[in-house]
Structures are given as structure tokens and as C-alpha cells.
């Protein structure tokens, strides 16, 4: 066999064209080049280029040996191409043409983080935790995340077929129709007279604005009272920009730190704090999580339950604790690097832990009582007392509070019984 530097020219232009990033990393850190595994990469690109069953390009082995360097670091770093980029560029913007979801790689099969709120995913009732195994009838297996998510991405009104398992359970067909994607992440209503709501479904450039915006319209819907009670929805929230959820912390919280990232490198040390007012008015707070509520999400959850600002409500989040840089590279293309890991105030890593809620609340729906069934009150027996005071006055139920939304019912029964418990002590 022939010695590595006798070896053909593509072999030795892939070599030429690795050693200097090769060089200049073992500069930085002091280490000697690896000259062996350098040899054997030499060696696997000159065997694939001539002995592959069909022809493959230099740019193809290459693209793929940088892309597989950075996928085998860990599920969210990414070598992006031009295409790639500018998607992940339009996510962040909040429109973009596709089924509205947001995935992962869970053991190298590809998991639902999250639907994204009004996007054909969620209409069709697909779920955060499930598995895609097929598109299109085309096994998902092996597929990098990259790829999956272009297979997915398209012109709008285009149909696609997606074969999902959830639970553990048999395998089912999910048809979708694609759509541009105009993502609102923050909306906001009342639930009742005094209580409101608010769900920010991903976090956008822009999202802080939009939340401190849905404070004041509440308000106003309240006939511009303060509110008695506030549910903060991060259910199935992937996560986004992490300058976002920093701003949408700082709505609620008038001082303190609010969220830091530790990294090798000291430019990934960053600490961020409150600007110094609470555009909430310290209105009493229920946060709702789920599995589906990941990275940027699980920032603002830790942040307010660290201050002991809201009560944290539902299941244990996602667990994505880390932070992605991206680094824009030459004709287009960009790395998203795993770069950092943040932090809560209270210094905890939730990377791979998730936020655990203070009332753990199942996910189920709630069922109203059927209509027709009777039941015997007091005021139905014969000869019952008469009440002295007539004008007392009665619970409202709230037929639109709940949705029959098990979790967003019992925050809103928190909420309630917290006023309770200060009007209490108020009398004390």
C-alpha cells in the first residue's frame, strides 16, 4: 500500500484542506496536530471517492465529514448550508413555510418537542413526545435532523404524510397540509373578571415586547383594574432566543439576576439581569409546563420560580439547558454550535433535568357535569329554611375559563384560592 503522501491528489487536497483549521485549533489549545487520524481520514475519503458504488463528489465527502463532526457532538449542534440558515433565520423572525413543529434527536430517532400554537401540526393533533418514523412513507431512521426538517419544509398548500408513534403504541398516519408558518408567540385574554391569560408559544425576537403589550390589553380588559391573578402558558414551548425569554422575565421581576451561561470560552460568560421595573404590578402568578416546554421556555420558568415569583404548575420540563452559537461561515452557511450552559438565578443546570413544577398537575381534559342528571340540593327538600339573606352573593361559574383544559382550570382554582388566603389575611 502506498504511503499516505504518495496517495491520489483528492486525498491529498482533502488533507491540504483540513490542516490549517487542524493547525490553528491545536495553536489555540496547545495540543500536537493528530497526525494518525488525520492519516486514516486521508485514507476513508480516498477509499469512499474511488471504491463508493456511485460516483460521489469532494465537495459531497466533505460537506458530509463537517456535517457529521458536528452532529456527533450532540443533538442540537449543526452544520447549516445557505437553505439551512436562512430557515433557521426565518424561525427566529416568526414566518416561515412548513407543518409547525419543532423537533429533536432522542437516540437517534427524531421526537416532537412541540407544536407550534395554530400551525397545521397542532390542528392535527400532534403531540409533544412523539416519534416520527416515516415521511412520506420514507423511514426517518438515520436521517440527521437537518434533513428531516427539509423533508418537512416546503411551498405552502403541498400535502405531506407522517407515520408517528406515540406512547409506545402502534404506529399511525398523520396527513398535513403545508402553510406559511406566521407564528404569534404571545396572545393573551381573560378568563373571568379579574383573571387572565397569557401564552407565549415560542420565544421570538420581539416576544418581550409583545408580553409587556398583552399586560397593558389585559388590563384594559379589566376595565382597567389590576388584575387579581395572572396564568403564564409555557406548555409545549420549544424555546427560541434566549435574549427573548431574558426580556419576558424582566416584565415580572423589578431587580436581581435573572439567567447566566457558563463555556469554555470566556465570551459564552454572560449574566443577565432585571432593567429594574415589574411591568406585571406584582400581579399573583401561575406558570404552566409540560415536557414539551424546552430551553428558553425552562429560562423563564426557572428565573420566577428562583425569585419566588410565581407558582410553577404541571409536569417536569424538557431539560435542554444548553446554548447554541451561531457562526456565520463563508457563501452562506453558518454552524449552530453548542457553545454554553445556562443557568438559573439560584445556580441550577437543568440540562437533561428539566424544571420540576411546585404542583405536579397531570395532563387531561376536564369534564363538565352532564346536563340532565339530577341532584338533590337542601333547597329541594320539603320544609327547608328560608334563607335571610337572599341578596348573598353566588358563585359564577365560568363556562370559557377552562376549555376543558384540566391544568389552565386548576391554575385558575390556584389563583383564586390565593386571593382567598390574602383576603384572609387581610382581616386578621
Given at each position: 500500500m502506498l504511503p499516505w503522501f504518495a496517495r491520489p491528489p483528492c486525498a491529498l487536497l482533502a488533507f491540504l484542506f483540513f490542516l490549517p483549521a487542524v493547525q490553528s485549533l491545536a495553536e489555540q489549545s496547545q495540543a500536537p496536530l493528530p497526525l494518525e487520524d488525520l492519516r486514516t481520514f486521508v485514507e476513508v475519503f480516498e477509499r469512499v471517492k474511488n471504491t463508493y458504488v456511485e460516483p460521489v463528489s469532494d465537495q459531497q465527502l466533505l460537506e458530509n465529514a463537517i456535517r457529521g463532526m458536528l452532529e456527533n457532538l450532540d443533538p442540537h449542534s449543526a452544520y447549516l448550508v445557505a437553505d439551512d440558515f436562512a430557515q433557521l433565520q426565518e424561525s427566529t423572525s416568526g414566518e416561515f413555510g412548513g407543518l409547525g413543529i419543532e423537533v429533536g434527536m432522542?437516540?437517534?430517532?427524531?421526537?416532537?418537542?412541540?407544536?407550534?400554537?395554530?400551525?397545521?401540526?397542532e390542528r392535527a393533533g400532534i403531540a409533544a413526545g412523539d416519534y416520527i418514523i416515516r415521511i412520506d412513507g420514507q423511514s426517518a431512521q438515520g436521517l440527521s435532523m437537518m434533513e428531516a426538517v427539509n423533508k418537512m419544509r416546503g411551498k405552502p398548500g403541498e400535502k405531506i404524510r407522517l407515520t408517528l408513534v406515540r406512547d409506545g403504541g402502534q404506529p399511525f398516519d398523520v396527513e398535513l397540509t403545508r402553510a406559511l408558518i406566521k407564528s404569534k408567540s404571545v396572545r393573551s385574554r381573560l378568563l373571568e373578571s379579574g383573571y387572565g391569560y397569557l401564552r407565549?408559544?415560542?420565544?421570538?425576537?420581539?416576544?418581550?415586547?409583545?408580553?409587556?403589550?398583552?399586560?397593558?390589553?389585559?388590563?384594559?380588559?379589566?376595565?382597567?383594574?389590576?388584575?387579581?391573578?395572572?396564568?403564564?402558558?409555557?406548555?409545549?414551548?420549544?424555546?427560541?432566543?434566549?435574549?427573548a425569554a431574558v426580556e419576558v422575565v424582566d416584565q415580572f421581576v423589578a431587580s436581581g439576576l435573572i439567567t447566566y451561561t457558563k463555556?469554555?470560552?470566556?465570551?459564552?460568560?454572560?449574566?443577565?439581569?432585571?432593567?429594574?421595573?415589574?411591568?406585571?404590578e406584582g400581579v399573583p402568578l401561575v406558570v404552566l409546563i409540560n415536557e414539551g416546554s424546552a430551553s428558553a421556555a425552562e429560562i423563564v420558568a426557572g428565573a420566577l420560580q428562583d425569585h419566588h415569583r410565581a407558582v410553577l404548575m404541571g409536569s417536569t420540563s424538557f431539560?435542554?439547558?444548553?446554548?447554541?452559537?451561531?457562526?456565520?461561515?463563508?457563501?452562506?452557511?453558518?454552524?449552530?454550535?453548542?457553545?454554553?450552559?445556562?443557568?438559573?438565578?439560584?445556580?441550577?443546570?437543568?440540562?437533561?433535568?428539566?424544571?420540576?413544577?411546585?404542583?405536579?398537575?397531570?395532563?387531561?381534559?376536564?369534564?363538565?357535569?352532564?346536563?340532565?342528571?339530577?341532584?338533590?340540593?337542601?333547597?329541594?327538600?320539603?320544609?327547608?329554611?328560608?334563607n335571610q339573606n337572599p341578596k348573598a352573593p353566588t358563585a359564577e361559574a365560568s363556562g370559557k375559563a377552562e376549555d376543558g383544559d384540566y391544568q389552565l382550570s386548576e391554575a385558575l382554582n390556584l389563583l383564586k384560592a390565593l386571593n382567598v388566603l390574602q383576603g384572609n389575611q387581610n382581616k386578621l
Open positions: 432522542e437516540n437517534g430517532a427524531l421526537k416532537i418537542i412541540a407544536p407550534i400554537d395554530d400551525s397545521p401540526a407565549i408559544s415560542q420565544f421570538q425576537q420581539g416576544s418581550g415586547k409583545e408580553t409587556k403589550n398583552a399586560l397593558v390589553r389585559l388590563k384594559k380588559s379589566n376595565n382597567n383594574q389590576p388584575l387579581q391573578g395572572l396564568v403564564l402558558d409555557l406548555r409545549n414551548n420549544p424555546g427560541g432566543v434566549l435574549q463555556g469554555r470560552q470566556t465570551d459564552s460568560d454572560m449574566r443577565f439581569f432585571a432593567s429594574g421595573k415589574d411591568n406585571s431539560g435542554k439547558g444548553s446554548v447554541q452559537s451561531i457562526m456565520p461561515l463563508s457563501q452562506g452557511r453558518a454552524l449552530k454550535l453548542t457553545t454554553a450552559l445556562y443557568y438559573t438565578p439560584n445556580g441550577r443546570s437543568i440540562q437533561a433535568q428539566g424544571i420540576v413544577p411546585d404542583i405536579s398537575v397531570a395532563r387531561g381534559r376536564l369534564v363538565r357535569e352532564q346536563e340532565g342528571i339530577f341532584n338533590v340540593k337542601e333547597a329541594d327538600l320539603a320544609g327547608h329554611l328560608d
